[in-house]
């Protein structure tokens, strides 16, 4: 009987561990998912700031159908960069 009750205890003792062990992994995963977002945002704004500079500086020099043309090109480009890399990211784990 003393035996059956030890495993008793001890099984509730490792399912609180483990519990508490969820608690801290689960808190840390959110932590990290959020400051992701952040630098996915802040990441994003900086594209739309780059392009809206880029297009700013070559509209004093060029037509406007060229600097569209320019702006977008460089568009696709940061684009083609990010998923690119997204997805070598995505291969590597």
């Given at each position: 009987m003393k035996a059956i009750t030890e495993v008793v205890i001890s099984l509730f003792d490792l399912v609180e561990a483990?519990?508490?062990?969820?608690?801290?992994?689960?808190?840390?995963?959110?932590?990290?998912?959020?400051?992701?977002?952040?630098?996915a945002v802040l990441f994003l704004t900086s594209l739309v700031l780059l392009m809206a500079a880029l297009y700013n500086f070559l509209i004093q020099y060029w037509s406007l159908p060229t600097v569209l043309l320019v702006t977008a090109s460089a568009g696709l480009v940061l684009t083609g960069g990010v998923t690119w890399y997204v997805r070598h990211l995505s291969q590597r784990l």
């Open positions: 483990e519990g508490r062990l969820l608690r801290q992994k689960t808190l840390k995963t959110i932590a990290i998912s959020l400051l992701m977002t952040v630098a």
